[in-house]
C-alpha cells in the first residue's frame, strides 16, 4: 500500500474514562510535530477519574485551522461500542468511523460513510490486558489513512515509555498489531 501524503486529518477518539482515549488522541497529536505545521488536541471528559464520557478532537494541518471543534469529522475512533449511533452522526460524509467490535450491537444506518467494528478488544485482552486497546486501534486508524506515519507514532511511544522497558515492549507491540489489523481491513 503506498502511503498517501495529506494536508490535513481530523479525528475525534471516543469512549469512556480509563479506556485511553485522551492518550490515544495526545500520541497522535504529539507524534504529528513531525509531520504537520499546525496541530490541534482538544480533550473532553466528565468530572467522573473513570467510566465517564471521554472525547478528544485532533485537527492535523498544513494551513492554519480556523477551530479545533468538530461538528463532524472525516475519522472518529470509537472504543465504546455503545456510543457507535451517536458517533455515527459526527462523521462528515465520505468518512470513516473505526468502532471496537466488542459488545456492538448497533448497525450503522448510513450508507455514505465507512463503518468498520474492529475487535481491538480482545486482541488486547489476549495480549495482556484491555489497557492497551487504545494503541491497537490507534494502530488501525494510522494504517487506514496514513495521516501520519507510523515511525512518528512509535518515536511517540518511546518517548512516552522513557526508562520503563515492559511498557515500551507491551505499548510497541499493541500498535503494531492495530497496524497489522489495519492492513487486513484497507482491502
Known amino acids: 500500500m503506498t502511503a498517501t501524503v495529506t494536508s490535513k486529518a481530523e479525528l475525534i477518539v471516543a469512549g469512556f474514562g480509563g479506556q485511553g482515549v485522551l492518550f490515544a488522541g495526545q500520541m497522535l497529536a504529539q507524534a504529528a510535530t513531525g509531520r504537520y505545521k499546525y496541530i490541534s488536541y482538544m480533550p473532553s471528559y466528565g468530572t467522573e477519574k473513570r467510566g465517564g464520557h471521554s472525547e478528544c478532537t ?15 469529522s472525516e475519522s472518529v475512533l470509537l472504543l465504546d461500542s455503545g456510543q457507535a ?15 471496537e467490535k466488542s ?3 448497533y448497525q450503522p444506518q448510513r450508507t455514505d460513510i465507512r463503518f468498520l467494528p474492529v475487535s481491538g478488544l480482545e486482541i ?6 484491555a489497557m492497551i486497546n487504545n ?23 518511546k518517548k512516552q515509555a522513557g526508562d520503563r522497558a515492559a511498557v515500551l515492549t ?6 503494531a498489531r ?5 492492513k487486513t481491513l484497507a482491502n
Open 58 to 72: 485532533v485537527v492535523l494541518s498544513d494551513e492554519e485551522i480556523a477551530s479545533p471543534v468538530l461538528d463532524q
Open 85 to 99: 449511533s451517536t458517533y455515527e452522526e459526527r462523521v462528515r460524509p465520505g468518512g470513516t468511523l473505526i468502532v
Open 103 to 105: 459488545g456492538l450491537t
Open 124 to 129: 488486547a485482552v489476549r495480549a495482556g490486558g
Open 135 to 157: 494503541l491497537i486501534m490507534l494502530g488501525v486508524y494510522t494504517q487506514l489513512t496514513q495521516a501520519v506515519a507510523a515511525d512518528l507514532i512509535v518515536d511517540e511511544i
Open 170 to 175: 507491551r505499548n510497541t507491540e499493541a500498535f
Open 178 to 182: 492495530g497496524l497489522e489489523l489495519g
